[in-house]
């Protein structure tokens, strides 16, 4: 059974920073590309970054580059996300995701999720 299970999130002022992380395990994930997204309150489920686990390429959505960085560690079939310079408008429930497809940042794509975890900045 594949399962994707974050940790990480928090409380943090406006300014700090924090490391989630997408413990995978289940299958051999090297041909998927593995992602992250959030969710507000009210507001639809939106791309954040994504990389492939073979190789390594990423891609991030504009609100969030030179911010956020996304990587991987194959030894321990984990994936990170990296946030510095948080902002009162990245609170959000962060989910992980995986997806067989190459490029993609649709969340229906992705077939497998993670329970999310909860991130909040405050002003």
């Known amino acids: 059974q594949v399962q994707l299970v974050e940790s990480g999130g928090g409380l943090v002022q406006a300014g ?4 989630l992380s997408c413990a995978v395990s289940g299958r051999t994930f090297s041909s998927y590309t593995m992602g992250w997204f959030r969710q507000a309150p009210g507001k639809e489920r939106e791309f954040v970054a994504t990389i492939r686990w073979s190789g390594g390429r990423t891609y991030y959505t504009d609100s969030v580059k030179g911010r956020f960085t996304i990587s991987r560690d194959n030894a321990k079939n984990t994936v990170f996300l990296q946030m510095n310079s948080l902002k009162p408008e990245d609170t959000a429930v962060y989910y ?17 999720w993670g329970q999310g975890t909860q991130v909040t900045v405050s002003s």
């Open 16 to 19: 700090g920073s924090l490391r």
């Open 96 to 112: 992980c995701a995986a997806s067989t497809r190459i490029l993609t940042t649709t969340p229906g794509t992705f077939a497998y």
